[in-house]
């Protein structure tokens, strides 16, 4: 592709111009995405290279550190209580005596196991007792896949602080070399609130998100390449073990699902293109109408600015599963809308609000419009009243109309400045789980798309197809995982491309 | 001539407000009939279904009572319990995790920020089925759905500190210099200096934590599942609106949304100021 | 009362970029050294590592004799004014001034004590119970400082203090720090980006430029004998004129030719070129513009013509380009011309000029170091 100079793209004419810039824009994504490669190499060799450099420290520290650095390498916090530092050696030991005893009673077991997922499931066995056949539960893939991937975690934390046992030990010779004091347990009690303020802080919520989110999404992710599902839940029935690749081949593959409707990859990609058009539609309609009004209320010589605000803002204040669920049966079959417009003689047969796949789609959209003005005005009258006044004055002496200065100053500056907030909300409503389900459940029924597990409807987003699958009758915990690590994907793969063009990242000191 | 020019402004500018307070009375009549509609068929006496028409013919405090008398107490009370742990415990945690990474740089600042953003493009859903695995496990479901509900809601929370740590950029970073050459520690620096001026943002916090539960749905309802004791109003609510409850439930389903709403709302109207200020800071920050 | 050592201190952030390379310098006790440069120049970063806000990558700084590397901002005995004041905006004057009193106990009465005496040294009396927004930008600077008074601290530490402030009050709060400077009697260290508040306010200046010292040297030092070309047209304004030309040497006598000219260096200028034993070459030539006077023609003149006229008042600053199209700045003291000389310096007009012998600095053209140093 041509690359214009700066003075060379000022001649083109207009559409040049646009053709240009798109043009350079898909030109750029290869690149983009071989930069993303070459950064990720570049990644894995400078983690290589920290790998051998931290086994070169650790045995440096062996050899040239004296017997209380090499009885640290196995009794822990040894170094450090022999140096005086008793709270750090204490911890220390306190860690190391914590993970041998849990390795040795549990974490062994589950560890092994991990590979097969369970050796015998449930058996019936005849009971003495009770002289009749009773169900023997053995083991139980769920806990040994969950256990697992905490022992794992665990290990990892054993490892990492085994190094900084080692490393603490280097730095404490050193200090003690050059002749000045150690810190002692005060001095590090103290560091907690001051120096090392920012570890206190971090500790709890750290600890929430590693063992609420990431354990979790770890554990769900493994999932994806197992058979985990309501017919084999790992336990009460059969026990579930791995099965590679063969779930994303499932979803991503031509040929008809089970129900003799279509395949799962044409399911996926309905659903994944409707789910792209709302997310679309979702985030710009609410985005421009919520600024038309906060532009209406902000409007010079306009009266009760505070009243019409409070108005909307009432909105955002009512929970939305009120608001949606009232405003979705009011345009049900027999909803007030309906039955009204019928009692008002206006209509003979009730609306398809919800009935038809078009008027659904329309319906779910508008709807949303309603719920989301309100919040869009709040944000954007913040930023439109920033505005610097002087812009829109020089625009009007360069003899500027209403609309011009809307399309050259506010709309630049707003697209500018809230560039992260609609790629956000853009994802955001990607997930927008609440709206869809509350107002149809992704109704109407599509009975191509029935083959497919859960009962796909027309409205249905990614979001809500997981939730349908994993609460399905068959629970195909598997599928709903695979879809999963697919919204994942697709989020991952949007957000890397606008951030990439994205202005307010590019270029960030234009408007300050 | 010119004063022609003017008068035409005049008139000009009289049209085009004129016209906007048309349409800003159409939106606000568009917004708030809703709302209207509910509380008028909370009152609605005469039919527990949907029908044709807004004004009630008959009124009456009848579905209040039937209120009175279901679960929902149980629920309401159940979310206002998980709201205020809520408030509680996620203002503190998103706190910490937006006042540090706002204000220190430390080694693993820059990968756990970026570990966190690659973490939020997940599902959250997807985490919903172990999740449950787990509380059940600890025995903190069904009947026991709320100390359950509430350890997810605030141990996920410290993902979310976009919105304040945008605000906590805001406050010049000199302060926390000059605070400590004066000769605070950290922790005095936070607790002297930055609370302080981070009132607003606090409010925020406290509010929208507060106001989260309330509306919680499809998490509460797995945990929940089967159990009206350990429902909360969104979940509770839902059954009501099921096709084979609909027609006995309507009304009160309405005089729910009312009791739901109006504590919230007023609540919010009255710390309005920094919910506004919260939102638009978060945005403009990203 | 301290003296302030660094040795070899550097700066690298973690992207490897390297503000400040190797530092050495000796601040004597009592002593108001400023640290000058452009932006970028690393003169803030020294001055933060200085005072423990920005972790020292190699090198040590030493206050009193202490090596302070490791200890926290408030164990180093210093003192700080910051450029946008970071005044507490919650709390009052008084509790911004008591605030560093307070956190180390010290007994409610003496704090009175001090802030009030602080704050009639600083003329502030009246504003104590304000907040901060309710002061003016000088009166905020004042705050600024009177907390930073009551530390009692051995080193005060200054960055860009008047930089937020206008010209007026920047004048009138330079001569007020001139005077600060006698009541407290301490070590000072001034980071500012303007050359005028160095030259007024040092004992000694630092100059520096990206991340490098280019000179330490008095105000007297810097501006007479700058050691480099950098330091010649940052100090002095107007800036110094340079012209690329060749340095002659006839007869034991040396000559520069600028634009065909030939102007003998007098005085001592060419007594140090013949001590150094300067070989005639190409140099750089440096020319204050107060060093470039009218002439009446000859071989000394240089034609040239008038583009702009500045009047300043009690001088004239006389932009003129020669026959090969250079720029120069010439400044003439108005008391010299009378109204008839004046009248005829208008833009356009041609005119001679011609260079001070005794007042030109030479600089290799490579090196763009002093020939003299």
Redesign the interface.
Known sequence: MKHYSDLEFLRLSKGQRIGYKIGSFFYGIPRAIAGLFIKLWNLLKAAGLTVVREIQDICATFVKGDWKTKISFVIMGFGSLARGQALRGLLFLLFEVVFIGYMVVAGGHWLSLLPSLGKLGPTSEYNLVLDTYTTVYHDNS?KIL?YGVLTIFFIIAFIYTWRVNVKQNKISEQILRSGKKLKGSKDDL?SM???N???T??A???T??M????M??V??VLVAFTNYDGAHNGFSNNLFTWVGLDNFNTLLSWSAGSGGGQSYSATFGEILVWTLIWAFLATFTNYFLGMG?AM??N?K??RLKKM?R??????????????L???G??F?R???I???L??LGWIKEPLPFWEDPTWARISVIVINI?VG???LM??T???LMNIPADLYESARIDGANAWQQYRKITLPYMLF?????L??SF?GNM?N??VI??LTGGAPTNPAASGAAGSVGYTDL??TW??KI??GAESQ?YL??VV?IM??VV??LI?LVVYNVLP?IKNEEDYQ | MNEKRHMGLRTLNRISNTTIYILLIIISIIWLLPFIFIVLQSFRVESTYQVGYVIPHEWGWQNYINLWNSDFKRWYLNTFIIALAAAVFITIIQLCMSYTLSRFRFKLRGPLMRFMLILGMFPGMLTMIILYRVLSDLGLTQANAVPGLILVSVASSGMGYYVSKGFFDTIPKSLDEAARVDGATRFQVLYKIILPLAKPIVIYTILTAFMGPWGDFVFARYVAFGTSSGYNVAVGMYSWLTNDQIARMYTTFCAGGVIVAVPVTILFLCLQKYYVEGVTGGAVKG | MASVKLTGVKKIYDNKVVAVHDFDLDIHDKEFVVFVGPSGCGKSTTLRMIAGLEDISEGTVEIDGEVVNDLQPKDRGIAMVFQNYALYPHMSVYDNIAFSLRLKKVPEDVVYEKVTNAAEVLGITEYLMRKPRALSGGQRQRVAIGRAMVRDSKVFLMDEPLSNLDAKLRNQMRAEIILLRQKLDTTFIYVTHDQTEAMTLGDRIVIMKDGFIMQVGTPTEVFEMPHNLFVAEFIGAPKMNIVKTNLLLENGKYYVTPFGAKIPVEGEKGRMLAEKKVQPQEILLGVRPEHIVLSEGGEHAIPCSLVVNEMMGSELHLHVDTADGSRLIVRIPTIDLDSAGRSQLVAGHDLHITFEGKAMHFFDPETEKNLLV
């Open positions: 769920f969950l103290r609130v001051d120096e303020f920012h570890a802080l971090l709890l919520p750290m929430g998100i063992v609420f989110t990431v979790p999404i554990f769900m009004v209406m209320i409007k010589g306009i019409w409070t108005i909307l803002v009432m909105t955002v204040a009512i929970p939305q599963f009120i608001s669920l009232y405003v049966k009011m049900a027999n909803g007030l309906n039955l009204s019928m009692n309603w003005i309100p919040y709040l944000i009258t913040g930023i400045i809230t560039g992260p907030y790629l956000t994802t997930n789980f609440n389900y509350l990614l979001i997981l939730f994993t609460t915990y709903a995982s999963g919204v994942f989020v991952a957000s307010s």
